[in-house]
């Protein structure tokens, strides 16, 4: 019987399912960063800052003297809903700024190898969770009609919060059918999130119906807490959740799964891209696995088994019961920068 490959870390083959490419770095031609950081929620607020600096159309700013970085995200999306119209025209402008430059960071990843082909893509991350966000995904979705470019796109169906912890159910291994629900993990540069995943495949077999059925969350970035505080910290959290389960009656699998930013290697090391993370976890002698792992209590009589994927591939995931209808789909993150993944559906 050929071994599931879902049992190791950043598994590439699911059933019915390839991840393309993840991650995929394109450098900005104009100047020395990452193309992706153009439709950042970091850009987003620097387009606002030069609206307010350059274009607004009243007498005096209508945010006052608050730096942009320091404005609320609410306060941001309230202003559209009857705010002060000279604050409404500003955030619209920027958010006019914000969707050009999303659609063409679309038309980039689009004329890449890994994404020729896509043409559904799938927007997660925090920042299409505010009322801006979505504004500007929807402005630049129609940007790319009128371009006549061939893709579409769609905001993540799932709250942010719960779709980085379900994108595990396709990803968990077949073993971990056999019991109630399964451990997942979204580690952030801001928060660390901790649930109880539900696959509930009984009830629909491609995972439609899961659901997180308890979650608990952590805002590190306010400890600045240093690596082995951070996993001491989710490792409490997740034997936590252990205690939770039992007594809900749950039957929960050994398994836990890690959603976090950059490059997974095979044997779980993260290789690049986890500079926001609380400390060094890109050194060679760091195996997160390992060092949670020893942290975390049994579950019936078994030690967890800790698998690692990229943040974006499972947030996409998430939305992989939509994604039926097309062969080659992606997943756009945007946050303070912009996570990205791309899949090919298998047929029969």
């Not at 719960?162 to 291994?173: Q, T």
């Not at 059918?177 to 509930?200: E, Q, S």
Request: charged share 25%; with cysteine.
């Amino acid at each position: 019987m050929p071994r599931d490959p879902r049992t190791r870390h950043a598994a590439v083959h699911l059933p019915g399912l390839r991840i393309d490419s993840c991650n995929l770095a394109l450098r900005d031609p104009d100047g020395d960063g990452f193309l992706g950081d153009r439709a950042s929620q970091t850009a987003f607020r620097r387009y606002l800052d030069a609206r307010r600096r350059r274009h607004f159309t009243g007498k005096r700013d209508p945010f006052g003297r608050i730096a942009t970085d320091s404005i609320a995200k609410r306060e941001i999306d309230l202003v559209l809903v009857g705010g002060d119209a000279d604050a409404a025209h500003l955030v619209h402008a920027a958010v006019e700024d914000h969707a050009h430059q999303l659609a063409g960071v679309v038309r980039a990843f689009l004329a890449t190898e890994e994404w020729r082909g896509v043409r559904r893509i799938v927007i997660g991350g925090g920042f299409p969770g505010s009322r801006v966000g979505a504004l500007s995904v929807r402005r630049a979705a129609r940007l790319l009609k009128l371009q006549r470019s061939g893709v579409d796109l769609c905001l993540l169906r799932h709250d942010g919060d719960d779709a980085g912890l379900l994108g595990w159910v396709p990803l968990a291994p077949a073993s971990t059918h056999r019991h109630d629900a399964f451990l997942a993990v979204d580690i952030g540069g801001t928060n660390i999130r901790c649930g109880i995943v539900a696959p509930r495949l009984d009830t629909r077999a491609d995972g439609a119906r899961a659901k997180v059925l308890e979650r608990s969350q952590w805002r590190h970035a306010g400890d600045t807490p240093d690596r082995d505080e951070a996993i001491e910290r989710m490792a409490a959290m997740l034997n936590g959740l252990m205690a939770h389960a039992r007594t809900l009656g749950l039957r929960l699998a050994p398994f836990v799964g890690i959603a976090c930013p950059g490059q997974i290697d095979i044997d779980g090391r993260i290789e690049h891209g986890a500079q926001n993370l609380p400390g060094d976890w890109e050194a060679i002698d760091f195996d997160v696995a390992s060092a949670l792992g020893a942290r975390l209590d049994r579950i019936g009589r078994s030690a967890p088994r800790v698998l690692l994927h990229n943040d974006a591939v499972v947030q996409g995931l998430s939305e992989r019961p939509r994604m039926s209808g097309v062969t080659r789909w992606g997943v756009l993150t945007i946050g303070t920068g912009l996570g990205n993944a791309s899949y090919t559906n298998h047929r029969g």
